[in-house]
């Protein structure tokens, strides 16, 4: 649980009486063990209250979306920010710095347990930051749609699913570990936007403001292209 203020006692199970102090509802099927070892099984109920905006004792409205990928999970704030944590492989979280000094020996941090917040700018170095106002999660990468109709990628790309060619001789895209924009001016028609995003396992899908769809990733099944079916077969872009 995370508070903006301290909690006062009051009956969970009262829908009025958790609404009334702005908490949100989450609900996730999981394994759970307590503190005292005790573990729990199944569809488990979360009360999570958003923390305050930066500078006000109030806190923000709510998580518009809380989406799970294979071994991780994204959250995005009502704020625009985008949170991750769980497992690290494949760049799936967007974070760097994923490493650890023991015994003077650096190793890979494996799983993050704290949301951390994901950095989604054009330019990493001097922002500014963009605020997302969609998330999509496939098995292990994720997509961002920011204010602007822009769409940032991160995580696995094994099968061209985040936009780019896995197998480009020349540059190493098999996975991206940060946030990284898709390039989109030379695709979309004059005037359009990306307005809706959508991932599957090792496929996504990209809907323009004037109704074209887009899609990259694996061919397998026909799931791009009914005409198709390859499980080897991938795009190289959108």
């Given amino acids: 649980k995370t508070y903006a203020e301290k909690p006062t006692v009051c009956d969970c199970g009262d829908t009025a009486a ?3 102090q ?8 999981a394994t759970y063990t307590a503190p005292n070892g005790e573990t729990y099984h199944g569809f488990l109920k979360l009360n999570v209250m958003p923390l305050p905006e930066k ?17 991780f ?12 944590f769980g497992n690290t492989n494949n760049g799936r979280l967007g ?6 000094t023991v015994d003077y020996e650096e190793i890979r941090i494996e799983n993050i347990t704290s949301p951390t917040q994901v950095m989604i700018r054009e330019d990493r170095i001097n922002g500014p930051d963009l605020k997302v106002k969609k998330i999509s999660v ?3 990468f994720v997509l961002a749609l920011t204010e602007e109709g822009k769409v940032f990628v991160w995580g696995n790309n094994s099968s061209g699913q985040l936009g780019f060619d896995p197998k480009d001789q020349f540059k190493d895209q098999d996975h991206f570990d940060l946030p990284t924009l898709l390039p989109l001016d030379d695709l979309l028609p004059e005037g359009a936007s990306i307005v809706d995003i959508s991932a599957g ?4 899908l990209m809907l323009d403001s004037k109704g074209n769809v887009y899609g990259m990733g694996s061919y397998g099944y026909g799931k791009l292209d009914p005409t198709i079916a390859g499980v080897s077969e991938l795009t190289t872009k959108p």
């Fill in 22 to 29: 702005n908490f949100g509802v989450t609900y996730i099927i």
């Fill in 138 to 140: 496939g098995a292990d």
């Fill in 55 to 71: 500078d006000s004792d109030e806190p923000s409205i709510t998580y518009p979306q809380v989406a799970g990928g294979e071994n």
């Fill in 201 to 204: 396992k090792t496929h996504s």
């Fill in 95 to 100: 974070l760097d710095n994923l490493t650890d």
């Fill in 18 to 20: 958790v609404l009334e």
């Fill in 73 to 84: 999970s994204v959250v995005l704030r009502d704020d625009g920010t985008v949170w991750t």
